[in-house]
């Protein structure tokens, strides 16, 4: 047995202290789960290289670094303080939580149609107690993963959104999170769930952004119950600044006939990974999970996939595609697990990288564990180089080398949009990889 | 217009142009043919600025300038455009975008406005028309998916676009049926001017039926053995390649 560290020590005692509090919130109820959550972290520890499912990734830093718990919002933040983050030029209903907190004041949702429900967890945590009862914590897995446990133990606010059976949303539920860390090392825990009734079809939006520049860990864990037949989309965008530490989870649990599909764009953070982990329960339900992950510099980016096909009749489709700068690392895991009794299951997997530099690198793993026998599992890696016979093709029309590597770029990227609906959110996503494009450019004219 | 003197190239220490001399003036058509392996597609490249081929001798003088200095998307702002012998395909960017990117940078270059897609798209459509491209290609990516003959005719079109002052077809004709092949000439003709040359790159004589040469250079070896006018296609047809060859070995052997 490893010997506790120090910083799961500290994480132990600061659950001391809030849990206490917590108790005092009428939030009683949930301290069974937070205090079983936080006893299969002291058991599991922070993962190590070890450990198959973190290979890639060396989570030292993080385990290392004592972080203080944030337990106030930003309620001095100004509309204005967010100016640069509401470009998003997207009608939606926008919820905006600061370190993890949700702020009304900052947020401009209220208009919102019919029975759909969207609140702060915490909010829902004492009025909407038997919703939560039935599925907060009962998907995220805690018991096996630390970072998880973690959220579970000290989760307190975060996005409830609860779409009634049959509901059509037209427009996206967009959540940003904003980070404003400071002098010391900060950590927050934001815990979403997302409940989508039967038949119902909407799009749900998480984009991460830092205030400033200082060190600070986001922890999120997010929550999907998919009802049958429903359609639900969810974008992850993930742009902290290259001094933030994050870890997330998508946990989607899909039922009958439903149809989910989860796009996740990293643009941000020093040290990210990216967890997604749907379960298709229900007979004939398919899930499409497509990314684009864009690291440079130190940046080290890594995508965990755990698609589990528990029923017959499943598809899941996985791409994933990377482009890596500098000297940053990627990670593609691609798991798949097909139970015994999902049959006809039909599940792909795709991870495409390219490497603009030398110094960059990419760790690519499939990883399949079939128990049925009627199945059809595909999967495939590429790593490449920017093709130069392109380039110069390019450039001989009379397109600058510059222009020419990004049109090359954002084209391999196009992959990743035209798997998302025409919509207004898909543009934003374009607009930011093109921004991420352009990012040597804005240098060189500073000069 | 352009002068190439002394040209030696090489590619993995082995040396391919061995020495190339052509002047070509405006309002003239060249055309070089050679066997295969002759360095004619080399000759093109260089001449387009790929970065792959070691230039260890001689120089290229175009419109005054050192061609050789200049990077490729400079010398394409400048006027030479070519025609690839072996179009490349480019996965998701769309032929058209590109082709508007490309002409607004070389408008850009000579300070005119860029054009947007309401003035582009008609321009598009009326150069379509006179290379007679199916619709679907604008819609398409940059070669990708296309026929051999599709390929061929996206360059010319390109070229009918972005109307160059040099323009080097590379073995444009190969490979193409013979309406095809009329459509080309067709384009190739369109472009002649009294301000313009033309090199046109070719295996067989064929092409030159349609898009008659003012001169016929002989590659050979890496060198330009002969040079005549549009008759010597004629000549090569009928004796071809080999005996040229031959000749050439019984001029040169006693020099080396
Ligand atoms: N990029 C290259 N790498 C290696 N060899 C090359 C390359 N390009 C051309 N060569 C060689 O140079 C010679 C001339 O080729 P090329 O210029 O394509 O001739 P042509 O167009 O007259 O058929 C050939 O022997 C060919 O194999
Ligand atoms: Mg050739």
């Known amino acids: ?447 | 217009m352009l002068e190439i003197k002394n040209l030696h190239v090489k590619v993995d220490k082995q040396e391919i142009l061995r020495g190339v001399h052509l002047k070509v003036s405006a309002g003239e058509v060249h055309s070089i043919m050679g066997p295969n392996g002759s360095g004619k597609s080399t000759l093109a490249l260089v001449l387009a600025g790929r970065e792959t081929y070691e230039i260890t001798a001689g120089e290229v003088i175009y419109e005054g300038k050192n061609l050789l200095q200049m990077a490729p998307e400079e010398r394409a702002c400048e006027g030479v455009f070519l025609a690839f012998q072996y179009p490349v395909e480019v996965p998701g960017v769309n032929n058209i975008y590109f082709l508007k990117a490309a002409l607004n940078a070389i408008r850009k270059h000579h300070g005119l406005d860029e054009l947007d897609a309401m003035d582009f798209l008609p321009l598009v459509k009326e150069k379509m028309k006179l290379l007679g491209m199916d619709d679907q290609l604008q819609n398409r990516a940059v070669n990708e998916g296309f026929s051999g003959g599709e390929k061929k005719r996206n360059e010319i079109f390109q070229m009918a676009v972005l109307e160059p002052r040099l323009a080097i077809l590379d073995e444009t004709d190969s490979g193409l049926d013979i309406d095809a092949l009329k459509i080309v000439a067709n384009g190739v003709n369109a472009l002649r001017s009294p301000q313009r040359a033309i090199i046109v790159v070719t295996h067989y004589q064929r092409l030159l039926n349609y898009v008659v040469p003012d001169f016929v250079h002989v590659m050979v070896d890496g060198r330009i053995l002969k040079s005549g006018g549009k008759e010597l296609a004629l000549e090569l047809e009928e004796k071809g390649y080999a005996r040229l060859e031959a000749e050439s070995q019984a001029v040169t052997s006693p020099r080396t």
């Not at chain 1, 933030?244 to 990293?266: D, E, I, M």
């Not at chain 1, 040290?271 to 990314?291: K, M, Q, T, W, Y």
């Open chain 1, 1 to 447: 047995m490893i010997a506790r560290t120090q910083a799961q020590d500290s994480y132990l005692e600061s659950f001391a202290q809030f849990d206490k509090g917590a108790a005092k919130n009428g939030q009683g109820w949930l301290s069974p789960i937070r205090r079983a959550a936080i006893a299969c972290f002291a058991e599991l520890g922070f993962p190590t290289t070890h450990d198959e499912d973190w290979r890639f990734t060396n989570v030292g830093p993080i385990a290392q670094i004592s972080f203080r718990l944030l337990q106030d919002g930003g309620n001095e933040l100004t509309p204005l303080d967010l100016e640069q983050f509401s470009s998003s030029g997207f009608a939606c209903s926008r919820f905006v939580f600061v370190n993890g907190r949700y702020v009304p004041g900052l947020s401009s949702p209220p208009q919102l149609p019919g029975d759909l429900k969207v609140n702060s967890l915490a909010h829902a945590l004492t009025a909407d107690r038997d919703s939560l009862e039935q599925h907060l914590a009962r998907y995220a897995d805690y018991q096996h993963d630390a970072f998880c446990a973690l959220n579970t133990a000290f989760m307190e606010d975060g996005a409830f959104v609860c779409i009634p059976p049959g509901a059509v949303l037209q427009e996206p539920i967009y959540l940003l999170y904003v980070s404003t860390a400071g002098a010391v090392p900060t950590i927050v825990h934001p815990r979403n769930l997302i409940l989508a009734g039967n038949n119902s079809q909407a799009t749900v939006v998480e984009e991460y952004v830092s205030l400033g520049a200082d060190v600070h860990f986001s922890n999120v864990v997010t929550e999907v119950v998919v009802g049958e037949n429903s359609v639900l989309t969810h974008y992850l965008i993930e742009r902290e600044s290259t001094q933030a530490f994050k870890v997330s989870t998508l946990r989607t649990q899909q039922g009958r006939s439903s149809n989910v599909a989860s796009h996740s764009l990293l643009l941000g953070g020093a040290l990210v990974r990216n967890n997604v982990h749907p379960v298709l329960a229900g007979e004939g339900s398919d899930c499409l999970i497509n990314g684009l992950f864009m690291a440079t510099g130190q940046q080290h980016m890594d995508n965990y996939m755990k698609v589990e096909h528990a029923s017959p009749h499943c598809n899941s489709r996985q791409f994933y595609n990377g482009i890596l700068d500098g000297k940053s690392r990627g990670v593609f895991h691609g798991r798949i697990i097909v139970h015994k009794d999902a049959q006809k299951t039909d599940a792909k997997q795709t991870n495409k990288n390219l490497l603009l530099s030398d110094e960059a690198q990419i760790d690519t793993k499939p990883q399949l564990e079939i128990h049925a026998d009627d199945v059809k599992c595909t999967h495939g890696a590429t790593i490449g180089q920017i093709d130069e016979d392109a380039v110069f093709y390019l450039r001989s029309r009379g397109i600058a080398e510059a222009s020419a590597l990004d049109l090359l770029l954002f084209a391999f990227a196009s992959e990743n949009f035209q798997r998302m609906k025409a919509e207004p959110i898909r543009s934003y996503l374009q607009e930011l990889v093109k921004q991420w494009l352009s990012r040597g450019k804005l240098l060189e004219e500073a000069r």
